[in-house]
Structure formats: C-alpha cells, structure tokens
C-alpha cells in the first residue's frame, strides 16, 4: 500500500468512532496463567561470547504502516541495520495492556489482528515467528515468579508484528511478548523491569512498543479538518521525554505520566507510554541514547523511536 492509498483509506475511516477504528487494546481481558505442565526449564547455557544487545524503543502508530511503504514503515527496517542479530526478542507492546503481568508461553503463538475497520489486506497479516517457553520461563524468573505467569491465549499483537516485520521479514527470530498490567504506577513499572537488563548480555533484543505521544482524538480531528500541523502540547512533550532520556532523568520520566503539564494530552491512556519506561529500565549510564528520524503522524502521534546503547 502505497502513501497516497493510506491516507485515502484515513479520510474514507474517519467517520468511525475512534474505539472502533483504533487498534484494540486487550483491555477487559484478563489471560489465565498457563498450567506448570507447559513451562519448560530455562537455557542455562548462554554463550558467553554474545555482544550485548542494544534496547530500542519504536513508536508504531496506525496499523497501516504495516502494509504501507512510507517514512514510517522504511524507518522500521532501517532499525535492524542498527542492532546485532538477536538469539531472540522480548516484546513489550502497548496493546496487551491487561491486570497482570504475563509471558506468551506457546511455541507458535498466533498473530493477533487486535483492530477494525482496516484493510483485509492488513487482516491476513500472518507473522509466524516461534516462540520461546524457555525464554518466557527465563524472564519469569527474572521477574520474580510470584508476580508472572505465563499465558497460552495471547499471541503477537499489531504492536509487535507491524514493526518486526519489517526489522525482521523472515520471521525467524524466536520472540515473546509481556504484557503490561495496568494496575501498577509508574515507578513500578520501572522497578518490575530493570531485571530485563540481563537478557541484553544473553543475545536477547528487548523492544518496546508504543508511541511517545498518543491522542487518537486529536489525531482524528485533525485529519478531519485537514489540519495536520503538530500542536505546541504534543511538541513539547515530546521535546521533554528526549532531553528527559538523554540525560537519564528517571525520576523525570516516571513523574512525565501522569503529573506532567501535558500528561493527559499527550496520553489519555498511559498504555502506549508505559513500553517506554521498559526499555529505559533495561539500560544504564553507559548506553548512547539515539532518535532515527523522529518526527509526528497525523499531527498527535509521535513517531520517535529510540535506540539505547
């Protein structure tokens, strides 16, 4: 699908109510753990020669970048020039946004079209990368085993395969994604994720997925009205999270959602935020932090993405 199509499709979907012509998140589901029968031991034999791994943050945005040749979709495969080849992926994507924390514990997981109101063309999307019970289960003991469980229902979201498919076309990458739990501040959040560190020296690439400003609403109004500038709130909110992560200001960070002055403007839900605060948790003072091509779709959604280390 080519620029031009997108933004034709945009205007034709416009008219739909932003819950139905958003990416779903999974947000009244709650997964069940997986039974013990199905977690498997984990890898102990890590090669020690194994260059550690880089951290990326990736703003997604619309489902169509996945299926559209744009700035966006070529920025995506650009990233895996950027990153050594990984032994596998850990996910953690603004749309398996659940009460609880939980690993994808299936050796094929299934590509979940989490939308509507898109393309069939985006609908028969099938990333069929493997998955790793030994990593999940790796990643569960890093966690703390009494705070996650694994999870045979989830699968690989649009925040997960509309970018790795373009990273990684082949699809031969083992990956699993964590989700998010909703219930958990901030801080939390981060303090839960700086155990991910460790993957970083065992081949293991931990991607973050989300955007680093996200209204949908505003967005659709202004493809509305064909008013595509980028307004001063989403500007400077965006501006602060950089220099935020720049100079490593955690406390900054954890305090950007939801006490900022553009908080709730940038996000009216912390879901495509939180995956941020992972990956800057999974590094430390010695990472270079970088932003390839940044820049806004649509006006509101910031489609930054950062590469740490």
């Not at 997960?160 to 739990?181: C, E, G, H, N």
Request: aromatic letters at 8%; proline letters at 7%; hydrophobic letters at 40%.
């Amino acid at each position: 699908m080519c620029e031009e199509t997108r933004r034709s499709f945009l205007h034709q979907a416009v008219g739909l109510s932003a819950a139905t012509f958003a990416a779903c998140t999974r947000s009244n589901v709650r997964s069940e753990p997986a039974t013990e029968s199905t977690m498997m031991n984990p890898d102990e034999n890590t090669n020690k020669t194994t260059p550690r791994m880089p951290v990326l943050f990736i703003g997604h945005g619309s489902p169509l970048n996945a299926i559209t040749d744009n700035r966006w979709s070529r920025g995506f495969a650009e990233l895996s020039s950027l990153v050594p080849q990984p032994k596998a992926i850990l996910a953690i994507s603004a749309h398996w946004f659940v009460s609880g924390t939980y690993l994808t514990g299936q050796a094929k997981p299934k590509t979940i079209h989490d939308f509507s109101g898109f393309p069939r063309e985006l609908h028969e999307v099938n990333y069929p990368a493997p998955g790793n019970v030994d990593l999940a289960r790796r990643v569960r003991s890093l966690l703390g085993e009494e705070r996650a469980s694994l999870d045979e229902k989830w699968g690989f979201d649009h925040g997960t395969w509309s970018v790795l498919k373009w990273m990684f076309p082949r699809a031969d990458v083992p990956l699993i994604q964590l989700s998010i739990d909703r219930r958990l501040e901030p801080k939390q959040h981060v303090e839960l994720a700086r155990s991910l560190a460790a993957l970083r020296e065992e081949g293991v690439l931990v991607v973050g997925s989300g955007n680093i400003v996200h209204n949908l609403s505003d967005a659709f109004s202004r493809l509305h009205s064909g008013a595509a500038q980028t307004p001063p709130w989403a500007l400077n909110f965006d501006r602060d999270v950089a220099a935020a992560l720049t100079q490593r200001d955690e406390q900054a960070l954890v305090r950007m959602w939801p006490h900022s002055e553009h908080a709730h403007l940038a996000h009216p839900s912390p879901d495509h935020w939180l995956p941020l605060l992972y990956t800057f948790a999974a590094t430390d003072a010695n990472d270079e932090v970088r932003f390839p091509d940044p820049g806004f779709d649509l006006g509101s959604i910031s489609m930054r993405n950062v590469v740490f280390g």
